[in-house]
């Protein structure tokens, strides 16, 4: 299952080395820029629950290591996003990861009185609507709060988040999967690895991460659990089948070491 959703076609590897785009990054993070491990297109489909992001810092799905590298997201509108069909929320820039919950599917959840506890947000000013037209973009980091709503309308909701960071910092992924460099002031005619991204599948990664510790390495391609390392960062205060995934492999691992 995992090919289709971690190769880049070569639109998606141009918008992803987009010169504009780059131009933007450049921006935020300097001229030496790598793609991050992790990009998504996101289709919200009218009433499938398992397409509403709840309140997350990205960093909260990344490692520690994350913590001390900026991760500029562009997360592009394919068509226009309305706050019917699901557009991005944002909320505050406190600079620093709380602790999240896990899992009613398989996105972590940030609940709403941390987030005025500890990041100090009041939810009437900070949270913001970020509606968007058609080919806009929204820079947003790996600390910013951020969620998505339940699309209300009878169409799907189209974009695909991004992400760059400064070359040489750490990938900030369990070691799961590397960036590539996309610009590099030394190499003026640089041409991005992107075979070298694509043949890094992380989704099998992610279900690997456990089974591969317990010594069968078998991944079902037709498992459509996500399970992630994410899952044992935090602390499990929901079940679902992904995350109940995670503990079976978990388990197993456990009773293989003893
Ligand atoms: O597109 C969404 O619904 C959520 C996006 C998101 O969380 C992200 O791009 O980091
Ligand atoms: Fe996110």
Redesign the pocket.
């Known amino acids: 299952m995992g090919s289709f959703l971690v190769i880049l076609n070569i639109a998606f590897r141009n918008l992803y080395g987009n010169e504009k785009l780059l131009n933007a990054i450049e921006q935020l993070i300097g001229p030496n820029i790598s793609a991050h491990p992790i990009w998504n297109t996101r289709p919200k489909l009218p009433g499938v629950i398992e397409t509403d992001?709840p309140w997350?810092q990205?960093s909260a799905y990344f490692d520690n290591d994350s913590y001390s590298t900026l991760v500029a997201?562009a997360w592009v509108a394919f068509y226009d996003t309305t706050v019917e069909n699901g557009c991005l929320e944002n909320g505050h820039k406190k600079g620093m990861v709380i602790n999240h919950d896990c899992c009613d599917n398989f996105y972590l959840m940030l609940f709403e009185e941390k987030m005025v506890k500890r990041l100090g947000v009041d939810p009437k000013t900070d949270f913001q609507m970020c509606p968007m037209k058609a080919g806009s973009v929204i820079f947003f980091s790996n600390v910013i709060p951020?969620r998505s709503n339940p699309n209300t309308t009878d169409k799907i909701r189209w974009g695909m988040?991004l992400r760059y960071q400064k070359t040489g910092t750490p990938w900030g992924f369990y070691g799961m999967k590397s960036g590539i460099v996309l610009r590099d002031p030394d190499q003026p005619d640089l041409v991005p690895d992107w075979d070298a991204y694509d043949s890094q599948d992380r989704y099998i990664k992610q279900k690997e991460y456990e089974i591969e510790k317990t010594g069968d390495g078998k991944v079902d391609e037709f498992d459509t659990t996500i399970p992630g390392p994410w899952m044992e960062k935090w602390q499990i205060v929901r079940h679902s089948v992904h995350v109940d995934q995670f503990l079976k492999d978990k388990g197993k691992k456990a009773q293989e070491a003893n």
Do not use: K, S
Request: no cysteine; hydrophobic share 15%.
């Open positions: 992001v997350h990205d997201t951020h988040d």
